[in-house]
């Protein structure tokens, strides 16, 4: 499933779901992914199904990449009353991450160690748990979990007061 | 940090999680011992490490990801499809192309919804933002039925940018392909739409405004058949922006590109009317061919702009092939690259598409089982569809055979030309493509340099016996060169009622006799290669009920089974019996003349044609192989 067909998928999906079926309901990436899967694919084999979620992570974050780049400046903070916190938001709102700073990090991370990287993008843009990155990356669920420890570590470290 | 170094901080990360706080120090002391850094690292490390959460999910650094991927959707969501731009409310997105996105819209305290075009806000210079709204003034102004109707232009906000806008009555019709796809119109009825398109683009011109920019996705076709031209005069406001500012939506451009007169490929200062004109036939162009005149698919931008200012239109001659002459000088002339020997106006040129629907262009194909995507209506003689059903598979390799060395037996082979039409026949003759055995006959270059072939007398004949003459008095061999010329030059009609004639002839001077088996075979297979299967089996059962004088059953009749096997083929229910025909009737044919006797080779042709039909590949190659020419 070559990155570029996932890219456009997801991009064509993101035009349509923003009709605004729902106003107001700020829309996860990840369910942008996975809903993805589901138009492309009936009856995914787990293995197809894990595939296509970690190559579509890379091509989610490509496309906000992308496109909080060609808008310029980072986006800082941004306006409280467009986001809809949902549950998983803490309530106050902190001095907020910069995607580009995220995914400038992560492209270091990168070169440091591939794995964490990946396991990183997969968690963030394609909302796969632990568990589940470990079944993509044919990688035990304990190595996962301390993979995830240490990037976490590292990033909050090179991100700094952005992160709480 | 290099990978190596970055492997034992975490190593000794992983190895500092396990260790109670209180030890940690130490610990360090003695890993990492004298690396300063490596300590100071590991130090930072483990305490961003005590902030996390006990969650995953909950933790500071996945929530604060989560929510600024989400922001970044939403920033993406509202470029894309904004809540409101300006009066208007958003509701949908209708188009989008590299200058702007049309959206469907209703303004506040309005009724209906709007089709509304904005701009990119920033793309080009102010210039061509002062231009798009003198455009949209003009176009508020003209009010024709094939023209939508502008209500509105401004400028709204839009993602941060000035963009101007355009609001448009919201018609409700499909792109000029998309109809005459789905709806599969005959030309009569295209050509009327052209017309009333063409009639529009003159009263713009009228006020001024060259469209610049006719293309199928620019005329609409509402459900009551009127064509609405849409888009007009933007393409005039985008003029001013430089080519290669244009993303590479390449594909869009190249839409525009096969539309485009040649002197605006050029960019020649001569752009007016007569480049209206222009793309009016390209359309009409399309509208009968299934493609533009200069088709560009699959091309690079510079090798499409090449063409379309320095290419000549391939298929005008199979264009009046197909709807006769008249019509084909229309379209040629409203093409030329020279503007002022086109149409003056988009009036004239509707003028003429109106005298050519007065003057009764054939509304209904002429076999109706050839009707395709782009119906044949056609003026003399039938031209074949391009688009034969699958079932004629078997016809189109009797065509084949009879095409080629179809002399019954006993008559002479005459030396000089009429031997040249024949053999010049396969060479350049009908070709049986695919699978499916689409059938494409000679093209209008062929047929005429086949007719040129033939001699002045022959010629004459022919003409004659398009009259349907009499027969008598011409020799057998003669009758059967007329015959296949006419077939060669495509006038089936003339052939098959030449033939029927000569089986006429047959009849009257002495029924039931090998003579009358042999013409019903001949014009058997003529009938079956034009698609009239049902007469053809008629003529191939009674050639073969016929009683031969004496001795075995005679070659013509082995070939009427054949024959009737083939008009048999297209019945699912009798397809054994058809395929028994045919295999027995070529076996059979092989042993009493021999494998090379042209009519053992007509038989084979048949059975390659069936056996590819039946899927049977290769047995199917291993009869081909045993084929003498094409």
Known sequence: MPIDDVYEDLRRLAEAYFRRQDPGHTLQPTALVHEAWLRLAQGPAIADREHFLAVAATAMRQILVDHARRRGAAKRGGDASRITLDDAVSPAPAPALDLLDLDAALTMLARLDPRKARVVELRFFAGLTLAEVAAVLHVSAVTIGTDWRMARAWLSRELGSAVA | ?630
């Open chain 2, 1 to 630: 940090m290099d990978h190596e170094r970055f492997q034992r901080v975490a190593e000794l990360f992983e190895q500092g999680c396990r260790m109670p706080p209180e030890r940690r120090e130490a610990w360090l002391r003695q890993s990492a011992g004298d690396d300063e850094s490596l300590c100071a690292e590991l130090r930072q490390l483990l305490a961003a490490d005590a902030r996390r959460a006990a969650e995953p999910d909950d933790d500071p650094l996945a929530r604060a990801a989560r929510r600024v991927t989400a922001e970044a959707l939403d920033a993406l969501a509202e470029e894309t499809l904004p809540r409101r731009l300006g009066r208007f409310a958003i509701e949908a997105v209708l188009g989008a192309g590299t200058s702007g996105v049309v959206f469907r819209a209703r303004g506040d305290g309005e009724s209906v919804d709007v089709a509304l075009k904005v701009l990119h806000g920033g793309a080009g210079s102010a210039r061509a933002h002062q231009r798009f709204r003198n455009e949209a003034h003009i176009l508020a102004r003209l009010r024709h039925a094939g023209i939508v109707r502008v209500t509105d232009s401004g400028v709204v906000a839009w993602a941060g940018r000035q963009a101007p806008y355009l609001a448009m009555e919201l018609v409700e019709g499909e792109r000029l392909d998309a109809w005459a796809r789905d709806h599969r119109p005959p030309p009569a009825a295209r050509l009327a739409v052209l017309r009333d398109v063409a009639r529009a683009v003159d009263h713009a011109h009228g006020h001024g405004v060259v469209h610049r920019d006719l293309k199928p996705a620019n005329v609409l076709v509402r459900p009551d058949g009127s064509p609405c031209v849409v888009d007009f005069g933007i393409a005039h406001a985008l003029a001013a922006l430089d080519l290669t500012t244009l993303e590479t939506a390449s594909g869009q451009l190249l839409g525009t590109l096969a539309y485009m007169s040649p002197e605006q490929v050029s960019g020649e200062r001569n752009v007016g009317p007569a480049s209206d004109v222009y793309a009016l036939a390209a359309l009409l162009h399309e509208l009968l061919m299934g493609a533009p005149p200069l088709d560009v698919r699959g091309l690079t931008l510079p090798a499409a702009a090449r063409r379309v200012s320095e290419g000549v239109p391939p298929q005008l001659q199979a264009l009046r092939d197909a709807h006769g002459l008249a019509l084909g000088s229309v379209v040629e002339r409203a093409l030329r690259r020279d503007p002022s020997e086109r149409h003056a106006t988009a009036g004239a040129f509707a003028d003429e598409l109106q005298r050519l629907l007065d003057g009764g262009l054939s509304v209904e194909p002429v076999h109706p089982r050839s009707v395709g995507a782009h119906a044949v209506a056609a003026r003399r003689g039938p031209a074949l569809s391009r688009h034969l059903p699958a079932a004629t598979a078997l016809a189109a390799a009797a065509l084949i055979a009879w095409a080629w060395s179809a002399r019954p037996p006993g008559t002479a082979h005459t030396a000089g030309v009429p031997e040249r039409v024949a053999d010049r026949a396969p060479a350049s003759g009908f070709r049986v493509a695919g699978a499916h055995s689409v059938l494409t006959p000679h093209d209008g270059g062929q047929r005429q340099r086949l007719v040129q072939a033939a001699t002045p007398g022959q010629l004459s004949r022919i003409a004659e016996l398009r009259r349907l003459d009499e027969v008598g008095g011409l020799s057998a061999a003669t009758i059967a060169e007329l015959s296949e010329n006419l077939v060669a030059t495509g006038d089936w009609d003339a052939a098959i009622a030449l033939e029927r004639r000569m089986l006429a002839n047959a009849v009257a001077r002495e029924a039931g006799s090998a003579v009358e088996v042999k013409q019903s075979t001949r014009l058997g297979w003529l009938l079956l290669a034009s698609g009239r299967e049902a007469e053809a089996e008629a003529l191939f059962a009674r050639a073969r009920a016929l009683q031969p004088p004496a001795g075995p059953v005679s070659p013509a009749q082995l070939e009427a089974r054949v024959g009737q096997g083939c008009c048999l083929s297209h019945d699912a229910s009798r397809r054994a019996e058809s395929e028994r025909l045919i295999l027995d009737g070529e076996r059979a044919l092989e042993a009493a003349l021999g494998a090379d006797d042209a009519r053992t080779q007509r038989a084979l042709r048949c059975v390659v044609a069936l056996l590819e039909q039946l899927g049977r590949q290769d047995e199917a190659d291993r009869q081909r192989a045993r084929l003498v020419g094409p």
